[in-house]
């Protein structure tokens, strides 16, 4: 199950260059979390100022 990204995401960026996959990239007002390449590490969810990561 993949993690996903709330509307608290203030798109710092922190959770991008944690991400061992690459699943994480910038949308259009916040980051987004690829779920078909999340591996559900939780890494992303662990550095995140804003605890907007969460697993689905």
């Known amino acids: 199950m993949a993690h996903v990204i709330s509307d608290a995401c203030i ?29 559900d590490c939780g890494a992303c969810a662990g550095v995140c100022p804003t605890g907007a990561i969460s697993a689905e």
């Open 11 to 39: 798109s710092c960026g922190t959770c991008e260059a944690e991400c061992p996959v690459s699943a994480i990239s910038s949308g259009d007002s916040q980051y987004v979390i690829d779920a078909d390449t999340c591996i």
